[in-house]
């Protein structure tokens, strides 16, 4: 015996392990593996549900061309202001300024021949009717970019705690129902995991002419669409 493998088994014998394991690893790790416990069962339950979103985004847009940036700029500004003026006071919407750039225009030699400029302002609400009117009354001032539909969060964790309480039975009935087919009598959980997901809607792109309000004052026609809300539930059972 050398010396490595004697001062093996005197920490192994140390601290309880029998002799013939600490003297023979690959038995040491099939006795170990024997060890696990039998009827253990994976599974997987999911429950998901289309919901219809209930807020909606509108983003509203100007640009414009001038020789000097600092006109160009301060343009920009002026409309942005007279659109947010608009928006304010107005009930269930709210407003607020989005992106904002200015840019050259170069010629063919590459000199800088006019500047570029765009200004944007965002609407916000679950009162569609209301965004409807207000942007369709801010087509003198601003076009229309997009508009994007999606799940206030309140919707949102409402579906959520809905779906859990149908992710978590159907686990639960997979549970019962496989270790009944397996010849048990029951189950007891040994662990379990919860998640959500949910999917974006992907924003549409309309210009206010697209989406029929042409006319100053018009209100633009808004509908949205439904987001998929899904709640996995993972986890083991032992069988018993």
Excluded: C
């Amino acid at each position: 015996m050398t010396k490595r493998t004697a001062r093996a088994l005197a920490l192994a014998l140390a601290f309880g392990a029998p002799a013939a394991l600490a003297l023979n690893p690959p038995l040491a790790r099939a006795q170990s593996m024997m060890q696990q416990p039998s009827g253990v069962l994976s599974l997987n339950a999911q429950a998901s549900a289309e919901v219809p979103q209930d807020e909606v985004e509108i983003t509203l847009f100007y640009e414009q061309e001038a020789s000097e940036p600092s006109s160009l700029t301060s343009t920009l500004n002026e409309r942005a202001d007279a659109a947010l003026q608009k928006a304010r006071g107005v009930a269930g919407v709210t407003a607020r300024s989005g992106a904002f750039a200015i840019f050259p225009s170069t010629d063919r030699d590459g000199r800088i021949s006019a500047w570029r400029g765009r200004t944007e302002v965002v609407l916000q609400s679950r009162d569609f009717a209301a965004a409807s009117k207000l942007a369709g009354q801010m087509a003198s001032i601003m076009q229309v970019g997009n508009v994007r539909f999606s799940l206030s969060p309140e919707a949102q964790r409402a579906a959520e705690q809905r779906l859990s309480g149908e992710a978590i039975r159907s686990f639960r009935e997979q549970a019962a129902s496989s270790a009944q087919a397996f010849g048990f009598s029951g189950y007891s959980i040994r662990e379990v995991n919860v998640s959500h997901s949910g999917v974006m809607p992907r924003p549409m792109m309309m210009s206010a002419r697209a989406m029929g309000a042409d006319a100053k004052g018009a209100p633009l026609p808004l509908e949205g669409g439904t987001s998929t809300v899904t709640i996995n539930v993972s986890g083991s059972v032992q069988m018993k």
